[in-house]
Structure formats: C-alpha cells, structure tokens
Nanobody, 121 residues
Framework: QVQLVESGGGLVQPGGSLRLSCVASGSIFSINGMRWYRQAPGKEREFVADIISGGIITYADFVKGRFTISRDDAKKTVYLQMNSLKPEDTAVYYC???????????????WGKGTLVTVSH
C-alpha cells in the first residue's frame, strides 16, 4: 500500500506565501514524476507543476515566477513553495506521484487527498 499525505495549506493574505509538502509512504521502490494539481471551487482540476526524476521541471503559465517545485527523494517528499499568492490561487492542492512499488515494477499514479489553500483578506 502507498499513501500520500499533503500538508501546509491554510489561510493566507494576498501577496503571502505558503509551502506545501507531500510525503509518500509504503512499499515504495522508486518514484518518477512528482506533480501538483489544484481544483478551485466549481472548476476542473488543473496542472500546476511537475518535477521528474533527473530534475526536469515544468510549470503552468499562471504560476511561473511565483511557485517553485522541489523534491527530496530520500524523504520521498515533494514540495511546492508558493509566493506572491493571489485570490485566484484559492483551491484544494493535490499531489500526484508516479510510483513503482516493491511488488509491482511498473509505475502507477497515486493521489493525495488534498490540502486547502485560501488566499483572502
């Protein structure tokens, strides 16, 4: 079994910062891609950023220059540093990891349950 747990969400004023974390646990053999998505109220889930094994990073246009994704493979953790937050960044943020387990060598997608980020005065 694999579990992903996000943390770091909360209420922040416009212009503020938050750092999200997503920790993977279980019978993990290898992690390839690590991604963040978000879903705002009444909207579809959208891609925010990803970092694949080797360090190649991709960002959605709306977060470029404001958000930074990073990973710590030893801790099986992916981070999302969010700066200059705007009200439109309000959403539930989900991590998504490509994981190969001890019992299954091919990679599968796993999702966390999400952490709520609210940007408001």
């Amino acid at each position: 079994q694999v579990q992903l747990v996000e943390s770091g969400g909360g209420l922040v004023q416009p212009g503020g910062s938050l750092r999200l974390s997503c920790v993977a646990s279980g019978s993990i053999f290898s992690i390839n891609g690590m991604r963040w998505y978000r879903q705002a109220p009444g909207k579809e889930r959208e891609f925010v950023a990803d970092i694949i094994s080797g360090g190649i990073i991709t960002y959605a246009d709306f977060v470029k220059g404001r958000f930074t994704i990073s990973r710590d493979d030893a801790k099986k953790t992916v981070y999302l540093q969010m700066n200059s937050l705007k009200p439109e960044d309000t959403a539930v943020y989900y991590c998504n990891l490509e994981i190969a387990t001890m019992s299954r060598s091919s990679y599968m997608d796993y999702w966390g349950k999400g952490t709520l980020v609210t940007v408001s005065h």
